[in-house]
């Protein structure tokens, strides 16, 4: 699936998970609480890809490489924290043969 070497996950994320917590006056507010911190791979989209999926659901979106086994703490209603920048889920492409890195495809949140 991913061409990379495992010396290639050189970048750290943070999986966010949305809770519940209360405030002063017992309140539910929900908040996005890290659960995990793992190594990747980023791989940003080139030029040429970005043409491609101009004006589609993958326009503007960022690939984080993980290894296989760190997936079982990912699934889609999580968001991906980076460099400041908080990421939504959008798919997650396990890898299918050697089961050695799941592809997280994500899209960063505007707010």
Not at 20 to 40: H, L, M, Q, R, S
Not at 46 to 75: A, C, H, M, P, W
Not at 79 to 101: A, P, Q, T, V
Request: with cysteine.
């Amino acid at each position: 699936m991913a061409n990379i070497t495992v010396q290639r996950l050189d970048r750290r994320i943070q999986i966010l998970k949305q809770e519940a917590t209360k405030n002063e006056f017992f309140e539910a507010i929900y908040g996005w609480v890290p659960i995990k911190t793992i190594w990747c791979s980023v791989k940003q989209q080139y030029f040429k890809d970005y043409q491609q999926t101009f004006g589609t659901t993958l326009e503007n979106t960022t690939n984080f490489i993980i290894r296989y086994d760190s997936g079982k703490y990912v699934n889609v209603g999580n968001r991906i924290m980076f460099k400041n920048r908080m990421y939504r889920i959008i798919n997650i492409l396990e890898g299918s043969f050697d089961r050695d890195f799941t592809t997280l495809v994500c899209k960063e949140v505007e707010e």
